[in-house]
């Protein structure tokens, strides 16, 4: 198979490793920045490296189109119009909309699909290019009407060979899920932050050392400035949809509060609850995830100990948070693990390296 | 010295294990529920168990009132009733001013100081009592307009005697930095799960597996409802000032992201950046956090075999979070560690191990 990469960063330098590992590929790569383009053959993330998008693709079976989301509706233009007539193009794009809405007229759109690994994007460069960067990685599919079946069919088969997982949604839904899964958190944590700065400097305090939920909430905060202006205005009307909806939720669960109504804040946070498990949980396989809380020296080597035993019991941890309290001296983890009876043996496990540790009923820091 | 522990549960019980351990204190304790106090008694959490609050509190020089945020104004009255004139009475309830306001008028009400020590919240249960809870943890000390000097003096060192370190603050500042920092949080996360929840059963889809900001800001969604109704209800103002200030926030942002105008919403997506760092990072010893990202199997005995690694180099593990990929065999862990240096450091550890390992410019998945 003949691929061809435009942009060979994290994502494009991984799809290139991925292809010539897996999929045996001829990879021909392209990046503006002839550094990147270089170092790209350098780590064998491509075999041959072009001077410009027409070079890349011109023996091309699949075209990645692995840029900026600002740029990808003209870069993948300049791919369609380059590539031949049997060649598929695709983009990895964080958002769909845009690039699918601005696809050339006439028969060149049909080769195209629009793509979205779910993989990686925390990360930037091709030095940090990897082939299992999509192993078990859903990959979202985004067709359009005009797309045609053998294309996609070309691509689904690309895609589960670089070992992904390939779903196929429409644009909108894409976009509308996104940001509510990823983009109105971001929003959300830079308006938290913004405003805890304000309440604080106003109380001339730094933020207190409680409150876990503070700093899982706002760890996003202004994360990569560079990738994130331009996901927030390329899914402008669907993130800022999705604000105003949980805007109105918010002055919703404000009137409750100031309802002064202890029971019916209480169904309200019940269902919060129950709404979280069925999201988060519902088909995990072990059960429920269960949250152990620890409390330790925080001294280097701390968490290994824990982990080990944990790994030696057979316990997997699903998900872990520490907490340094602060003087940085003590501290408590949180290990999450699926199902009731591997929160008990992890438990014991703990206990039994001399920890106190408790099963937390349902989490949350009062 | 004697102390008297009014509810003996999680906070109560781990004051009567340090009290007793590190201040040699005789300590009396009192609880409605007979089978807490007889636990309380069996792990020694307290010497004597009382039949009443005035039995409990008849000798005592310190009175900790550690019941339910609802239940505090009531209690605090009864304990102020029943103690003698030189006795100091206190809380231990995450709000501050339900039960300053509520202070009964005279003499007794300068006896009372409001506390707040900012540990243990999360786990409940006297059986997860230990002496080592309130280690260098802050525990705010609310005086009021009519405290006495005395009761204030003798209540920090009793504070500090436990391990933690005491701080004055006043009950509307400190229920303002509450609502800001830990309420707040709480319920973004109750509203965005729910409105998650609507969006992705309109696109029949299941939380995608991108997304670590979600599972992040949504931790707390719905946590222990028993205890969290009550501190909503009796910050109620606090909480909903601080919803309706964050909700013109997220209007403004909508505002900013549909004007289209990338350099606006990128200077905004920097701000967030700045305040972040200035609030969270801003005194951490070793420098700023760095994030690591590294890609592993998902299998018991993995993060153990990093964290031992780490430990074994002297790299602390400031905070960490897996993120576990879709078919729950590979995915990533983020360590944060203090310092560019350190962060080298980890990075070429986790190398040596054969793990794919990348510093994170800032964060945040695209």
């Known amino acids: 198979m003949n691929i061809a990469i435009l942009g060979v960063g994290l994502i494009g330098g991984s799809i290139g490793l991925a292809a010539r590992h897996r999929l045996d590929a001829e990879v021909a790569g392209f990046d503006p920045d002839p550094r990147t383009l270089e170092r790209a ?53 964080s958002t769909k909309r845009g690039v699918v809405e601005r696809l050339p007229e006439g028969p060149d759109g049909e080769r195209f699909i629009g793509g979205h690994p779910l993989a990686g994007a925390e990360t930037a460069g091709v030095e940090n290019a990897r082939a299992e960067l999509f ?33 196929a949604i429409d644009a909108a839904g894409h976009d509308r899920v996104m940001a509510t899964v990823s983009h109105l958190p971001h929003v959300l ?17 730094r933020v207190p050392e409680v409150g876990p939920s503070f700093r899982d909430t706002t760890r996003v905060a202004g994360a990569n400035p560079a990738i994130w202006a331009d996901i927030f205005v390329s899914n402008g009307d669907a993130v800022a949809a999705g604000i105003d909806a949980l805007v109105e939720r918010l002055a919703e669960a404000a009137r409750l509060i100031r309802s002064g109504d ?64 602060p003087d940085m001296r003590s501290g408590a983890i949180s290990i999450w693990v699926a199902g009731e009876a591997e ?24």
């Open 135 to 167: 192993d078990g990685a859903r990959w979202y599919l985004v067709p359009t009407e005009r797309s045609s079946g053998l294309a996609y069919d070309r691509l689904q088969r690309a895609v589960a060979g670089l070992g992904a997982r390939p779903q």
């Open 262 to 325: 202890v029971e019916a804040v209480r169904a309200w946070h019940q269902a919060a609850a129950a709404e979280r498990r069925r999201l988060l949980e519902a088909d995990l396989v072990g059960g429920e995830l269960r949250e152990l809380r620890i409390a330790v020296e925080n001294r280097p080597g701390t968490v290994a100990e824990i982990a080990l035993a944990l790994g030696q019991a057979g316990v997997n941890i699903e998900d872990m948070a520490l907490y340094p309290a």
């Open 189 to 205: 944590a830079n308006a938290l932050v913004q405003q805890a700065g304000t309440t604080l400097a106003a109380e001339a305090e």
């Open 343 to 366: 929160a008990e043996r992890a438990a014991t496990v703990v206990r039994g390296l001399g920890h106190g540790a408790a099963l937390v009923g349902d989490g949350g820091e009062g």
């Open 41 to 93: 053959l350098e780590i064998g993330a491509i075999a041959r490296s072009a001077d410009s998008v027409a070079e890349a693709t011109e023996d091309a079976e699949v075209v990645f189109c692995a840029a900026p989301v600002g740029r990808l509706p003209e870069l993948v233009a300049e791919a369609l119009a380059a590539s031949g007539p049997e060649t598929t193009v695709t983009d990895v794009g």
